[in-house]
Structure formats: structure tokens, C-alpha cells
């Protein structure tokens, strides 16, 4: 249905719903507070990765086991910037006028930072795992916590994302 509004869009303005700019400002302001609740994840996982080699064991891992640490702290490396982009880029760029282009690099940004970070937390398992106990128990944890997160990070909200009617976005 055209010009029906969902109940959280009622009365944000006279005219009964927000405006072009309050829509972006708002999308813009929830995705930086949902980045806040990711990064302290992925800096945690980045802290423990760049303290592993200092650890005794660090020198007895196997080539497989340090080609795994090295793409894992590659991509908490490479999640943590990603993660932390839109706000430099807010920072830097939040007088320029132009918030619906930051607001879209933004979303780029967190979507890409959030799978290379579940790169990053199933490498880890995969690392520890194998480190702890065996390869096979390591490869079918991994998987298991690739998949959930596959199937909780994407498969879910693009699902729903594909059966929810959808506010139209220039209203």
C-alpha cells in the first residue's frame, strides 16, 4: 500500500512523518550506534590476535596453524577499519553536506566490515580449536559458527528484508 506509514513514522512531523533529510540523519545516527556495539567485539578479537605470537606456544604452531593466524589477523585488521570508517568519515565529512552519500559508503562499509569480522571470528575458532584440541573438531566448529553466523548475520535479515513490505524511502 502507497502512503501507508509504519506506526514508527507516525508523528515525527506535522506532516505525520519525517522529512528526506530527518530520514537520512536518523539512519545515519542508528547505523553509528550499531556500530558501537560491534567494535568492541572486533577490538577484542584483534587485541587477543596480536598477543598470540608473544604467548609461549606461539613458536610450536604448525604452517597451517600460523596461515590461519595470519588471514585472521588480517581480516580483524582489515573488519576493525571497515567498522570504524563510518565514523571517521562522519567526523571528517559531517559539514559537507552531502550525508546520504556518507550514509550509503557508511552501509557499504558496516556490511563489508561485518563479514570480513565473521571471517575473522570463524578463523579464530579455527585457530584455537586446532591449537586446543584437533584439526577435524577445529574445521567442523568452524563451520558451525560460520554458519550460524551466516544464517543470523545475512540469511535471516535478508529473508525477512525480502517478505516485510518496505517503507518507501523517498516519502
Do not use: C
Request: charged share 20%; net charge negative; hydrophobic share 50%.
Amino acid at each position: 500500500m502507497t502512503g501507508v506509514r509504519s506506526p514508527q513514522h507516525r508523528g515525527n512531523s506535522s506532516e505525520g512523518g519525517e522529512s528526506h533529510k530527518e530520514r537520512i540523519d536518523r539512519e545515519l545516527m542508528e547505523l553509528l550506534n550499531e556500530l558501537r556495539v560491534a567494535l568492541p567485539g572486533v577490538q577484542f578479537l584483534f587485541a587477543f590476535l596480536l598477543v598470540v605470537p608473544f604467548q609461549q606456544q606461539g613458536t610450536q604452531l604448525t604452517d597451517f596453524q600460523r596461515d590461519v593466524y595470519f588471514v585472521t589477523l588480517l581480516a580483524a585488521a582489515v573488519a576493525t577499519g571497515l567498522l570504524i570508517a563510518p565514523a571517521a568519515q562522519h567526523r571528517v565529512l559531517f559539514r559537507q553536506h552531502d550525508k546520504e552519500a556518507l550514509l550509503r559508503r557508511s552501509n557499504r562499509s558496516a556490511s563489508l566490515g561485518l563479514a570480513v569480522l565473521a571471517v575473522a571470528i570463524v578463523g579464530a575458532v579455527l585457530l584455537v580449536t586446532d591449537v586446543v584440541f584437533d584439526l577435524t573438531l577445529a574445521w567442523i566448529t568452524a563451520a558451525v559458527v560460520g554458519a550460524l553466523l551466516a544464517w543470523w548475520w545475512m540469511a535471516v535479515p535478508f529473508w525477512k528484508r525480502a517478505h516485510n513490505e518496505q517503507d518507501d524511502p523517498d516519502d
